[in-house]
């Protein structure tokens, strides 16, 4: 690929990084923000509160993952189709995966296989958007950045009705957040805790958690203390406090409990995992970013969104894949599978690995695949997913599903299903209209 940091439509995959929650926002989201608003999102949210012991970890491959050549090989199609690579057996009979696999395919069995997606947006922005949201975005959309064409991401659907679990946010999006992954109409009280930092670098900590991992509790009481005088001086001077600014200053509490809280602490302190393990999920953006993710479910999370960039393989696809990215995903995929199972956490958290969408069946003349929207593979396991089956199939070349297509709506009714939530249940625009979490959606019930 000549460049990549961009994908096909120019747009860096860097872009939004600095955006953000808070500019969509139009305010700087620090730590008291984010909680004053997800309580204040809480506090409005109708309808009664759910509980559920469920996690989710959406690892999104942006770009599009060609699944032809990784879990929906065609080693009998013509050579322009089939491609370079060849398979393997895995540990379940009779099902094989790419030769560039070979961790993923001995845990096979801890993860399904929806073989029979698809959806008829094949540009970046719209898919990626319908992929994160479960909602098709209309005529006009342009990637996701445009607030009347915007529905909230899965997880900002979690964070609103599921709320958070203890000190830690109920969403969060790592290294960054996706344009798409933000709360869109549920507004502030469902945004997403960005870490905005990349796990992998050798100098990673958390932004909004440095104070824990730098300076001791009683020094971080000091200055609490001495806040707390600058406010009292303030107090004095005015007649009658702001009630926001009253309101600002508990959940200004909060934040120092958070950060001061040793659940927070271990749960935001990656450094605190063995340096094995690490190596074992690979020391790069993904790998780290799926060890980040296991750490945060663990200590109370709901959902965490990985933004990895990219599969946009227009350009060299074959080698890309090879050196760089199938590496990448065999180390991550297979070590977060093994460590959630023998954690303890395999049951109680759904995993789901995919792209936007798949590539073209046909390799381009720059030995590359091009957008195909039209038929891919999902990957799903834990949290209630039979693991080891193949659902659906595609055709001959992999063009269109051969059986038993499903959709983005979906895999929202699938998800919501599981984590308790009625996928016909409605949420409210600020103006208070009411619209479907799911757009008519269906429970894959072979999965379950």
Known sequence: MKNASLFCDGSSRRDFLRVGAASLLGLPLGLPNLLQLQAHGANTSPGKAITSDLNVIYVFLKGGLSTIDTFDLKPDAPSDIRGDFGSIPTNLPGVRVCEHLPRVAKIMD????????????????????????GHNPTAGFNGGLKPNNQHPAFGSYISHKLGPRGSVP???????MHPSGGSAYLGPGAVPFVIEADPSAANFHVPDMAPPLLIDSTRLNARRELLGQV???????EVAANSGAKSYS??????FDLMTSPAAKRAFDLSAESEKLRDAYGRNTLGQSCI?????????????TIDHSNWDTHDANFKVLRDELLPKLDMAMSSLFRDLQERGLYEKTLVLVTGEFGRTPKINKNAGRDHWSRCFTVMLGGGGI??????????????DPAENPFGPEDLAATMFTLL???????????????IAIV??????KELI
């Open 386 to 399: 039979q693991g080891g089956r193949v659902i659906g199939k595609s055709d001959k070349w992999a063009e």
């Open 110 to 133: 801890k993860f399904s296989q929806v073989r029979s997606f698809t959806h008829r947006n094949a540009d970046h922005g719209g898919a990626d958007h319908y992929m994160l949201t």
């Open 250 to 255: 508990v959940f200004s509490q909060r934040a």
């Open 170 to 176: 109920p969403y969060v999006c790592l290294p960054s």
């Open 231 to 237: 406010d009292r001086f303030q107090h004095s001077a």
């Open 420 to 434: 308790g939530i009625d996928p016909k249940s409605e949420v409210h625009t600020p103006d208070g209209r009411p």
């Open 292 to 304: 980040m993710a296991r750490r945060m479910v663990e200590a109370g999370v709901r959902c965490v």
């Open 439 to 444: 757009n008519g959606g269906r429970v894959i």
